[in-house]
């Protein structure tokens, strides 16, 4: 990775006293779940160790990983919908102890009401919010315009196709103008054109709003397109193993970017450390004594 060196750092624990130069920051996050096997009592399995990442006001930050790495586990703590099993997140100085309406949530997978039309859903959290009936209405009006729904204001969920779904939950995170967007692969249902229809949309709301975001993808295309800096993750544990600098110029449309040079390697750097992962052929080779008690037990797990 000749000349990349600059782009990837590793992201450290943060003092107490620098959290409140983020608007994120996760540190020493990890998740234990305890899983039930037949005929077998309650085994721990760490899905994701000393974690930390920060992310400043407005960066917009896209995690990538292997499947199974830890980043849905990561995105729900970071959401609230979960507590992790140590460490903690910031969100503007303040630690997270549940949900909240400064953060906007793509989940993967759909997670509409089924009880709500298209317009319901997309109206759910200015609902909360006690925002008067007219202007909700002007605004669901102009979010069902973005994700392209116009004439499906009525349907039910149910009625419409996979990336349809997608489309209303996104307008359902923006529409109540959160802070903080949290996204889990939220275009990996819809087709290819949508996809960078809808990248680049969000990328000129980013720029107009200035949100915060946190993304994960499984398109390395994307994540280095869409980011500031992207977090790689590695596995068993989960963990984030390093995070690469995209010095690409903005304001950045995907027909533009997509054939460049710097596109070309920051892709690469990306793709190198994703690929850098340890087989099991190359783990016997390492010493016992630098196993983690997790890792054995995740290894152990995985073996049976
Ligand atoms: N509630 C749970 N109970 C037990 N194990 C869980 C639970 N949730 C997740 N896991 C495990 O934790 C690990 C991380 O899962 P997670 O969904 O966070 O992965 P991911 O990186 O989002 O994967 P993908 O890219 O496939 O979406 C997986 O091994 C998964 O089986
Ligand atoms: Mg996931």
Known sequence: MAGLSGLVEQQDVVADEAVKEYKIVARNIGQIFHIKRAGEGRREFTAVENMNLTVKKGEFVTIVGPSGCGKSTFLDILAGLSVPSSGEIFIDDRKVSGPALDRGIVLQGYALFPWRTVRQNIEYG?????????????????FINLVDLQGFEDSFPYELSGGMKQRVAIARALAYD??????????????????????????????KTGKTIIFITHSIEEAVFLADRVAVMSANPGTIKS????????????????NSIDFSRITGAVWNLLHDHETAEKRQTRPAAVYSEAEKRNIDSAAL
């Open 178 to 207: 959160p802070q903080v967007l949290l996204m889990d692969e939220p275009f990996a249902a819809v087709d290819a054109q949508t996809r960078e229809i809808l990248q680049d949309e969000l990328l000129s709301i980013w720029e």
């Open 243 to 258: 995070v690469v600098r995209v010095d690409l110029s903005r304001p950045r449309r995907m027909g533009n970017v997509r």
């Open 126 to 142: 200015l609902e909360i919010k006690k925002i008067k009936r007219h202007e909700r209405r002007a605004i669901s009006d102009r």
